[in-house]
């Protein structure tokens, strides 16, 4: 069974310029997560999505950062205009939803973005 | 809101040794506890886990105590081996609509051969 595809795996970008992130959940799964992770650190919540309905986005700063989920499958995650300060690895996780298998998050690899 | 604290920050031990990693969790309502594992430029994945009806767990190698009262938890890798090296990190979970992970900072485990 494939797991969480994320892509690009590396972004380098200079500042002020836009970048987007994609991610495919594993097949079945209702909810899907985007992370934060910087060097050193635990993920942070940025957003959380139960299909289509993002019901937890408190922490996603949303000046700049943007996420969809369309037919509540494949999402994206986009900064505009990106920061020096959001250097770090974005993870996507999901997972089944519901009562049963509702907390184990099964992660993708992480996309490294890197802000020049 | 909820608050993991994870120490050590770094452990080495020679391979074969045990290895004891531990958390303390604030919100006495959290009833789900994983641990993860990260290697080097992968995302953290689920080695195990424990809800709260239950005191210890075991896997193989690993396994996973829980102190409801005293809110803390500890991770315990026996024998262990130099693929054990990466960094592990614990969380806690409140059940319920809001199914947000709060992580303890990671332990960078380095397993000496």
């Known amino acids: 069974e494939a797991g969480v595809v994320q892509s690009p795996r590396y972004k380098i970008i200079e500042k002020k310029q836009p970048v987007a992130f994609w991610c495919n959940p594993i097949?079945?799964?209702?909810?899907l997560y985007w992370y934060l992770q910087n060097l050193g650190q635990g993920p942070e919540l940025l957003i959380r999505?139960?299909?289509?309905?993002?019901?937890?986005d408190s922490q996603l700063p949303k000046d700049r950062f943007s996420a969809e989920r369309l037919k509540g499958v494949d999402s994206t995650l986009k900064i505009q205009p990106a920061e020096l300060g959001d250097s770090a690895v974005y993870l996507c996780?999901?997972?089944?939803?519901?009562?049963?298998?509702?907390?184990?998050?099964?992660f993708g690899p992480g996309t490294r973005l890197t802000v020049l | 809101g909820e608050n993991v604290e994870q120490h050590p920050s770094t452990l080495s031990v020679q391979e074969g040794d045990s290895a004891v990693i531990k958390c303390t969790y604030s919100?006495?309502?959290?009833?789900?506890f994983p641990w993860y594992k990260q290697e080097l430029g992968k995302g953290p994945q689920l080695i195990i886990d424990?809800?709260?009806?239950?005191g210890e767990k075991k896997d193989q190698r690993i396994a996973v105590t829980l102190n409801k009262t005293a809110k803390h938890f500890s991770l315990h890798i026996t024998e262990t081996q130099p693929e054990d090296s990466a960094v592990y990190f614990c969380?806690?979970?409140?059940?319920?609509?809001?199914?947000?992970?709060?992580f303890g900072s990671g332990t960078q485990l380095t397993v000496l051969p």
């Open positions: 996780a999901s997972s089944l939803g519901g009562l049963q298998g509702a907390h184990e998050q099964f």
């Open positions: 097949s079945g799964h209702n909810t």
């Open positions: 999505y139960e299909n289509e309905e993002a019901v937890d």
């Open positions: 919100d006495s309502a959290s009833n789900y």
């Open positions: 424990i809800r709260s009806n239950v």
């Open positions: 969380a806690a979970i409140r059940s319920g609509s809001a199914r947000q992970l709060t």
